[in-house]
């Protein structure tokens, strides 16, 4: 059995999976921390501030993590019974949310779609939403490809599904009644962080005139914000979209030949046709309203050191 802490390190190095999965299993290990009768409660304490604290900043891109983190961590004054329960509530608030998003995505997400690399959240809201779908057209997700588990998801539950290059989104866009991604992050002012070439996609799908929905928790609202056309700010700005091994892009380079392998990148509110959330379609004002509360928890997280 894998310990706590190699459970928070897979978090930190994970390539394979979404953000839900990551929130979820983020969530499961503080819930069975704090219920860890077997550590001293002093261990047991220290080790979810640390934890906490290491994941979210191994983590930027995924605003969920830092909000995850944050609700559970608020309950800290009331003792690790209050944040196991916390804990849990928080599981299974988080497990209905995509039956709830499903409905309020159902007026929009129907037809022949397309969506990028892999998203828990638009397979469960895809799947409760088969009977009106045609057909899901997937971009792979260089450089590691996550597009074609997705695929292959979308396969065995009956959906009919096309894999592509990313670079044929364009090719394939004009037969498509939206374009459906998930979030990694949607940042105070309402933009989305998500796995790189979403960008690409949105701006394509604007050319187009095809509607681009971003399906996300709200747990995924960050106070984290994209400082655009301020020279000052750029490495703030690239810090948030996780670079990652440039040999995961070219594995034997020739001396003398930079490599870059950004896994997410930024797309602006104004390509996004509608935000739908298990609450419903949020706009930019109400977006900012939940993430000031998330920046409210995220300072308490800073400060917490028991």
């Known amino acids: 059995m894998e310990t706590v802490e190699q459970r928070i390190q897979q978090v930190c190095e994970d390539r394979e999976h979404g953000s839900r999965w990551l929130v979820k299993e983020t969530i499961t290990i503080l819930r069975d921390l704090a219920r860890d009768e077997q550590r001293p409660a002093s261990e047991r304490l220290r080790l979810l501030a640390s934890g906490a604290r290491q994941i979210v900043q191994a983590r930027p891109a995924m605003g969920a993590l830092s909000s995850a983190v944050g609700h559970v961590i608020q309950a800290h004054e009331e003792g690790l ?6 804990a849990q509530q928080l599981l299974d608030d988080y497990a209905s949310a995509t039956g709830r998003m499903a409905e309020h995505a159902r007026p929009y997400v129907k037809g ?16 409760a939403l088969k009977d009106q779908i045609e057909h899901v057209t997937v971009l792979e997700g260089r450089p590691r490809y996550e597009g074609r588990a997705m695929a292959q998801a979308l396969h065995e539950k009956g959906i009919a599904v096309t894999i592509i290059t990313d670079a044929q989104a364009d090719i394939f866009l004009p037969q498509c009644q939206g374009v459906v991604v998930g979030a990694d992050s949607l940042l105070i002012n309402g933009d989305l962080l ?22 996300s928790e709200t747990l995924k609202i960050s106070p984290k914000r994209w400082h655009e056309h301020d020279p000052a700010r750029i490495a703030s700005n690239l ?3 996780e670079e990652k091994e440039p040999q995961e892009v070219f594995a034997d380079a020739p001396s003398g030949i930079q490599v870059r392998n950004f896994y997410f990148d930024h797309t602006p509110y104004r390509l996004l046709t509608h935000v739908i959330t ?3 379609l949020l706009d930019r004002r109400r977006i900012r309203e939940i993430a000031v509360t998330t920046r409210a928890n995220e300072r308490l997280l800073s400060k917490w050191h028991p």
């Open 81 to 86: 019974e209050a944040m196991g329960k916390a």
């Open 112 to 127: 022949r779609l397309m969506t990028c690399s892999i998203s828990g959240t638009v397979l469960e809201v895809l799947v």
């Open 194 to 215: 998500n796995k790189a070439g979403t960008t690409l996609l949105a701006w394509a799908a604007r050319g187009h005139d095809v509607p681009f929905y971003v399906l």
């Open 239 to 241: 810090a948030l979209l």
């Open 278 to 280: 298990e609450n419903g």
